[in-house]
């Protein structure tokens, strides 16, 4: 039992370091183009994990794979946000470099009001194949409105 656990605390902390490492690395792109750093935010991986974790599951490189983007993150309070994803690739340097390359890919790492992000990394069972997802935003306060029956859209001042 003591050697799971360690093995298990052993994934968990590389998995962390290697969301720090791929942050660190998009916040040295974002300040080379004269854009705040962004910080690793545990919502915004968890967002990324069900991302890579389901094309890795069905070996398929797809936005909606795991659901359409704007419901996934429905429950996150971001103001904007963005998503890249990539199957192949050996190492976050290398996928980073390669959505430099690509212009919506950039427009993502590059996204102006971003402040956190998540990263996620996950292998095809029989390929072994990396299937990797990044999602980046602005974190926002949650609405402190809740929905009543006079008043079903929080945030919004009805008139009657």
């Excluded at 429905?74 to 290398?94: H, M």
Aim: charged share 15%; glycine share 6%.
């Amino acid at each position: 039992m003591k050697i799971i656990c360690f093995v298990l605390g052993l994934l968990v902390t590389t998995t962390l370091a290697a969301a720090e490492d791929a942050a660190t690395l998009i916040s040295q792109y974002r300040r080379a183009h004269g854009l705040p750093a962004v910080r690793t935010d545990a919502q915004l991986t968890a967002a990324a994990e069900r991302q890579a974790q389901a094309m890795a599951k069905s070996g398929v490189l797809d936005h909606n794979v795991a659901g359409d983007f704007a419901a996934r993150m429905a429950d996150i309070p971001v103001g904007a946000a963005g998503e890249n994803i990539a199957q192949g690739t050996k190492t976050w340097a290398e996928t980073i470099q390669s959505w430099e390359s690509s212009p919506g890919h950039n427009a993502n790492l590059l996204l102006p009001a971003a402040t956190h992000v998540g990263v996620a990394v996950a292998y095809n069972d029989q390929t072994h194949e990396a299937f990797r997802a990044m999602v980046i935003g602005r974190k926002v306060e949650k609405r402190a409105f809740q929905p009543t029956p006079f008043n079903p859209y929080p945030g919004v001042e009805m008139w009657q």
